[in-house]
């Protein structure tokens, strides 16, 4: 996991939840997470769920996708700390764990899982080759990686507005291209390896968030999550789209199969 400082904080959490739904941290909601995991059936599967943040991923995969035990790990204390509590509330700690993990290896054995799931949280993780490989070791022979991430359109250095809107966000991004996750996924031993482009689907959902924040609802936002947080995003979502808007930033679906 990556070696960030904590970064999603109750107030951050909040506010993102206020934008993409409650225990969303990233955009496109349940919807999201099932085009995700399309065509696949957790029925019954171990699921261990990278940068869980605050648990409504990880509840979800027990609870709406069958797994028969979803883990959930992060490195912030904030957000294991409220993914527990949701757990909790919800019943499902017999089936949903939450784990606060250290930057480094996955603690778990060879073959602990049957699916390795992630949603838009690797992109804290420096080195892919190293997680491609230990996703690889932690899954079963015949399991599978599916995953979404903030991708970048090409390796080395960054546009100056790539490098501004990473700057703004400050969430320790380390961008890399689908040409090296795919790179990464096969050299580790995945096979089926495929990545898509969602650049054009969150472009136009990242224009509409922009307006609802700068627009008329941005008091209502203020009243709720303060007004230098509010505007430091609409900082951030301006520079966002722009960056969309010219492809460098370009979300991306991740799928792998271990033989």
Not at 36 to 51: E, F, H, N, P, Y
Not at 99 to 113: L, M, N, R
Not at 238 to 247: C, D, F, I, N, S
């Amino acid at each position: 996991m990556s070696d960030q400082d904590q970064h999603y904080d109750d107030a951050f959490a909040g506010f993102l939840e206020e934008i993409w739904g409650e225990g969303y941290l990233s955009p496109g909601g349940p919807a999201e997470v099932s085009r995700v995991l399309s065509g696949l059936d957790l029925s019954g599967k171990s699921v261990l769920d990278i940068g869980c943040g605050t648990g409504a991923i990880t509840l979800s995969l027990a609870q709406d996708h069958g797994a028969a035990l979803a883990v959930g790990i992060d490195v912030e204390p904030a957000v294991c700390a409220l993914a527990r509590r949701r757990i909790d509330a919800a019943g499902a700690s017999d089936r949903v764990q939450i784990k606060q993990v250290t930057p480094g290896p996955f603690p778990f054995d060879d073959g602990s899982f049957d699916v390795v799931f992630s949603k838009d949280s690797i992109i804290h993780i420096a080195d892919k080759e190293a997680l491609a490989t230990d996703i690889f070791r932690v899954l079963h022979p015949g399991g599978c990686f599916a995953a979404s991430d903030w991708l970048t359109n090409h390796d080395g250095p960054l546009s100056p507005a790539m490098q501004r809107y990473v700057d703004l966000e400050g969430l320790g991004f380390a961008m890399a291209s689908p040409e090296r996750y795919k790179r990464a996924l096969e050299t580790a031993g995945f096979t089926g390896v495929a990545t898509t482009n969602r650049n054009a689907w969150y472009r136009d959902i990242a224009r509409e968030e922009l307006a609802m924040l700068s627009g008329p609802r941005r008091a209502e936002y203020e009243a709720k999550c303060g007004l230098q947080l509010v505007s430091d995003n609409i900082a951030v979502w301006e520079a966002m789209v722009h960056v969309l808007e010219t492809g460098e930033l370009c979300p991306h679906h991740l799928r792998g199969y271990k033989p």
